[in-house]
């Protein structure tokens, strides 16, 4: 599968997976990646908001769906990742397509007007819940929030992780059952890598 997903993608990012790797800096890998693409492509996505952006990974792959004039507006606190980020992307023709702003995602997102196609979450854990309930207002009807590793290893499904007091893993699993118990959504998860929650606003 993942010789299959490598056949169209830019050389790119055989780079950003060796400098992940050589930083233990935590990425969705190619298949994620293929899925995330597949799923704005399906729905017509032009604008994408990301909360954590890290150095642009996956804002490459939702600025392939986006097309030319679609926007994918990237958050990521350090200011190396914009640089890192606007390096990487240059190369493949599609920073023109990312807005990178470097703060706080909510505060971001709070600053920035509209709905949006897809509300991608890959930021703090222990801020999930807050990002969806924030999120979910501003999704255009028809439209997905998508978020990354809400299996976390498979510590959702262990009893003993349910404590409030377990943090980020406490707050992935108030996260997910939030998402699962709003009516205004559709909502599956995708075990594909660490688990990708996609939600569907009806």
């Given at each position: 599968?993942?010789d ?97 702003n ?5 505060a ?55 404590d ?39």
């Amino acid at each position: 599968m993942r010789d299959l997903a490598k056949r169209t993608d830019h050389p790119v990012l055989a780079e950003m997976e060796a400098f992940a790797q050589a930083h233990q800096f935590p990425i969705v890998n190619r298949l994620a990646g293929v899925f995330l693409e597949t799923q704005a492509k399906m729905i017509g996505a032009k604008r994408v908001f990301e909360f954590g952006s890290g150095y642009g990974y996956s804002a490459y792959w939702f600025a392939r769906a986006v097309g030319e004039g679609g926007c994918v507006v990237c958050c990521d606190s350090d200011a190396r990742n914009l640089e890192r980020a606007q390096r990487y992307l240059s190369q493949t023709d599609l920073w023109e397509r990312v807005q990178f702003n470097v703060g706080m995602a909510q505060a971001v997102f709070a600053q920035t007007d509209g709905l949006f196609d897809i509300c991608y979450n890959d930021a703090d854990k222990g801020d999930y819940p807050q990002i969806w309930l924030m999120a979910k207002q501003r999704i255009r009807p028809g439209g997905l929030y998508i978020a990354d590793n809400v299996l976390w290893q498979g510590r959702v499904t262990m009893p003993a992780y349910h404590d409030p007091a377990m943090g980020s893993t406490a707050a992935i699993i108030e996260h997910n059952r939030l998402i699962f118990d709003d009516p205004e959504f559709d909502t599956f998860i995708n075990p594909t890598r660490d688990g990708l929650v996609v939600a569907r606003r009806k």
